[in-house]
């Protein structure tokens, strides 16, 4: 549903770029744009009695603004103040945003109001800044505006974490929509642009370090770059065209570059653009003050793609059917993964004395490689393996055998890469294989050392291995152990290189039966 309603975000506001000349029909398009756009927001909440209340709440001060818009120039020019007023209706309700408990109390509800009467502290600024200094009225407004923006955005985002953001700029644009006010619009659309960086940070995989990616700011500038030079264009034809489809294309080839490398583009460079894009919307000239800027509405078209992008970009999920319990089933990547020896080791006893032969659909082996900031992870699809325990059910040996051609980052053109000459030579060394030569038990885990043959060259390595888990299943007793090792990818015939990292560390979950 989150998609599908962040899609209509962007489908609306393209929509809404062609219908600048009416401004019914634009106010009311944009109107729907962000209402579209709250509700998707509002999927950071947790089901709570509470929720349909508070969502229609701030779709109601959108509303009261819309229609404020159309009342006689006495009334516009003060009733816009006072649309945040109705943040007071859910006062007492309680609810859990991404995490954060929130409690709306009078403090909560202030970020809506005080978002309202923004332009009006800033009015009352440029009306002394024009009369005393001859300052520029438009420009010195935006500027005020701006900073007041940025006080208030990082005193809600203290209180009241993300959702405190998406409050100052309801409040913020619903006022703006009620003064007709172009630049504010433009404001209000860079206000829900932070709130939407917050809350993808914390609600999409994969991006909640994009802070510390260049690819992040390579976004920032490319979408700051690309429509700040729409500034100089004065055919209002050609501006349609410029200010929307030439920054789409350009940011579309960046975000594309993920493809390739998620550490390059993909979803940190879309978030970067939403944010580049509106930061230039707060600096450029507008060509005609009367008129919206087409450019404008390029912020929430990326919005409305995010999911869809973020879904593409994804990398293919490892589908495999653990048969531990509270255990992500198809993540092959977590930002942070625990480690597999954390889980909790079992006894074997006297009955499991034997062969046991792994069960494809319910093991996975995966690696990661590369410095902390840019962890590559994948995964060897097909593989098997085998084991013995003895007589007082204490292992005895463990041989594996994997086809390298299964080897998969998760990304064909670097599989591709991978796969060939210059990395493991999947054709010409079809199979990886380890023997072990000496088991140890130490505790409750399993110190092996053994051989691992890979891309034509033996090297010694130590697994470290533990039974976790002892069950029935279709009939089979099966055992589940879990473990690590690393491997040296330059001993196997692959030269040294920082940036991808030479040391390999994998884990594996296997399941085996008799």
């Given amino acids: ?111 809506a109001i005080i978002g309202s009467i923004i332009p009006l502290f800033a009015k009352i600024k440029d009306w002394f800044a024009v009369r005393w200094f001859g300052a520029d009225k438009a420009e010195f407004s935006t500027a005020v505006s701006l900073v007041y923006l940025g006080i208030f955005v990082f005193a809600a985002s203290f209180v009241v974490s993300t959702f405190g953001v998406i409050l100052l700029a309801t409040g913020f644009f619903a006022a703006n929509l009620g003064l007709r006010s172009n630049n504010g619009l433009q404001l209000g659309i860079l206000l829900f642009a932070v709130a939407w960086l917050f809350y993808s940070l914390n609600a999409l995989d994969g991006v909640s370090d994009s802070l510390l990616k260049g690819n992040l700011w390579m976004g920032i500038l490319a979408g700051l770059g690309s429509l700040w030079a729409c500034k100089s264009i004065k055919s209002e034809k050609a501006r349609v065209f410029l200010s929307l489809f030439i920054p789409l294309l350009i940011i579309g080839v960046l975000v594309s570059f993920g493809l390739a490398n998620e550490n390059f583009g ?38 409305g793609f995010t999911g869809p992008v973020d879904h593409c970009l994804q990398p293919e999920k490892l589908k495999v059917e653990t048969l531990l319990a509270d255990s992500d089933t198809e993540s092959n990547q977590i930002a942070e993964k625990e480690d597999v020896m954390a ?41 098997k393996v085998d084991l013995q325990l003895d007589k007082s059910a204490i292992l005895k040996s463990l041989d594996v055998e994997m086809k390298s051609g299964s080897l998969t980052t998760f990304n064909d053109i670097r599989d591709e890469s991978v796969l060939g000459d210059e990395f493991i030579e999947s054709g010409k060394y079809p199979k990886i294989t380890f023997h072990s030569k000496n088991i140890e038990k130490v505790g409750e885990d399993y110190k092996i050392t053994g051989d691992l043959e890979f891309v034509g060259m033996k090297e010694e390595v130590t697994i470290q291995l533990r039974f976790v888990s002892k069950l029935e299943k279709d009939g089979d007793e099966v055992l589940v152990f879990v473990g690590k090792t690393a491997v040296d990818r330059t001993k196997h015939q692959m030269t040294s290189d920082s940036k991808i990292g030479d040391l390999v560390d994998v884990t594996f979950e296997v399941a085996v039966a008799r």
């Fill in 343 to 383: 889980i909790p080791a079992i006894a074997l006893s006297d009955g499991d004395a034997g062969a046991w032969k792994s069960v494809a659909e319910n093991s996975k082996l995966e690696f990661e490689v590369g410095p902390v900031a840019s962890r590559t992870a994948g995964a060897i699809k097909d593989f």
């Fill in 266 to 303: 993909g979803t940190p460079t879309l978030l970067g653009a939403i944010i580049g894009s509106s930061l230039a919307l707060a600096l450029i000239e507008q060509p005609d003050s009367e008129k919206p800027f087409q450019g404008m509405l390029l912020p929430l078209i990326l919005i």
């Fill in 1 to 111: 549903m989150e998609n599908y309603l962040g899609l209509g975000v962007g489908i609306i506001a393209i929509i809404t770029a062609f219908l600048t000349n009416s401004a019914f029909l634009f106010k009311t398009s944009l109107s729907i744009a962000i209402i579209c756009l709250i509700i998707a927001l509002t999927n950071g909440f947790e089901q709570d009695p509470s929720l349909e209340l508070i969502c229609f709440t701030l779709i109601g001060i959108i509303a009261l603004g819309y229609l404020i818009s159309f009342l006689p120039e006495k009334i516009r020019m003060a009733a816009p103040y006072f649309v945040g007023f109705l943040a007071l209706i859910p006062i007492g309700a309680k609810a859990n945003y991404q995490g954060f408990e929130v409690d709306w109390t009078m403090e909560v509800a202030l970020f």
